[in-house]
């Protein structure tokens, strides 16, 4: 058990859509993250949130909004998304932003489906 | 371009062989890490290695850290089906940049 849940698990939208995805730690982590992983491409960062503020973002289109209203949670808004933006989108966190020491613990995932 | 190439790709053996996967970069790495992720789960830390030519062991489970921190391999002794999931390595090269790998897709079968 990581400690760290996503919901929905499934989500099938279409392009005129606006969703929300939710993540949760239990850990008592400071550093959150969201990553998007599509088939045959590795594990892409898209988002890293450091004690609530947001210090990384790798290029991601504005049609995704990420909230960290608390060091415990995580959202990623949805709005007008793409056919190609079907991907399993994964949460992470850990203690701290030193992602090549510190243990990463993710959640299970949310399946999108984008019509 | 692709930071850090994983081979083979898919990979599916019958219950009890060996096999090794590997973690290829052009890059220097200052460390290295391997996750196992299994169908419907997030990925999950296995191991990370930081000095060159480290070897660590987990069970069944050998990994090795290149000597010029450029590769690092995964070796399986006698696979369970259990073992079955997706291996991603995962890296911060010298510019501070952390990245994931292709993954190796494991199956094996009883």
């Known amino acids: 058990e990581t400690g760290v849940t996503q919901t929905p698990r499934h989500l099938v939208m279409g392009m005129t859509n606006k969703k929300s995805l939710k993540c949760e730690q239990h850990?008592?982590?400071?550093?959150m993250y969201w990553y998007k992983q599509s088939a045959k491409k590795p594990l892409e960062l898209m988002f890293v949130y450091n004690f609530k503020e947001q210090t990384e973002n790798n290029s991601v289109p504005s049609r995704f909004s990420p909230e960290c209203p608390n060091s415990s949670h995580l959202f990623l808004h949805l709005h007008t998304l793409q056919p190609e933006d079907s991907a399993l989108y994964l949460c992470?966190?850990?203690?701290?932003?030193?992602?090549?020491?510190?243990?990463?613990?993710f959640g299970p995932g949310t399946r999108l489906t984008v019509l | 371009t692709q930071l850090l190439e994983q081979s083979p790709q898919f990979l599916s053996i019958q219950e009890g062989e060996n096999l090794t996967v590997y973690c290829n970069s052009s890059?220097?790495?200052?460390?290295l890490q391997w996750y196992r992720q299994e169908p419907g789960e997030g990925p999950v830390l296995l191991v990370t290695v930081v000095t060159g030519g480290e070897v660590k062991k987990l069970k069944r489970l050998t990994f090795q850290f290149g000597d010029a921190r450029k590769d690092s391999s995964l070796h399986i002794t006698a696979a369970q089906p259990g073992d079955t999931g997706l291996y991603l390595c995962a890296g911060e090269n010298t510019g501070n940049q952390f990245y994931f790998g292709t993954g190796t897709s494991l199956t094996v079968i009883p």
């Open positions: 850990l008592g982590h400071n550093a």
């Open positions: 992470a966190s850990s203690q701290d932003d030193y992602r090549s020491t510190d243990t990463q613990y």
């Open positions: 890059s220097v790495f200052s460390s």
